[in-house]
């Protein structure tokens, strides 16, 4: 579950423990009335972008290019505001928010999960790069204690001519 619905449940909970009529809630003390405000706001929030959420989701099942295959066409709907409005009883107005912030909510999770991908890809790069330079660097220690090795070779092989 992720941290959305583990929150709305908890929140649900909550809410559910005030009551569920007039008398319940008529018996609340003040301090628990006026602390019944913060779960109530919690859930309402969290409803609100459960609903923007799915409603972003509409939109994109219903773009333009699939015509009347999209999910807002095949019922009927001209388009996905249209829907929502439908299902949720909202303005024309406030459904088309709905949509926006939720198509909204949609791109900028999708271009926050493309950077992290690209840290990681430039974070890989720079690991591969310093892994080459490292390599680079013992083949150049090799290669001069090689040459060394023979310049002392061949001095000796002088040496023994001489």
Sequence with gaps: MNNLAMELTRAANAVAALGGSSAEFAG?????????RVPIAALLRLTNTAAALLAGTNAERSRPQ???????ARPGFGNPTL???????LSRIEAGRLVAVGVLMSETETAER???AAREA?????????AAE??????AEAAAAAAVDAAAEAQQAKWEAA
Excluded at 83 to 89: D, E, F, I, P
Aim: no cysteine; aromatic share 0%; net charge negative.
């Design 83 to 89: 829907m929502v409005q439908h299902a949720t009883g």
């Design 28 to 36: 609340l003390s003040d301090t628990e009335v006026l602390a019944a």
């Design 66 to 72: 699939l015509g009347q295959s999209g999910l807002a």
């Design 134 to 139: 490292a390599a680079a660097q013992v083949m």
């Design 114 to 116: 493309d950077a992290a």
């Design 122 to 130: 430039a974070q890989a790069a720079q690991a591969a790069a310093e």
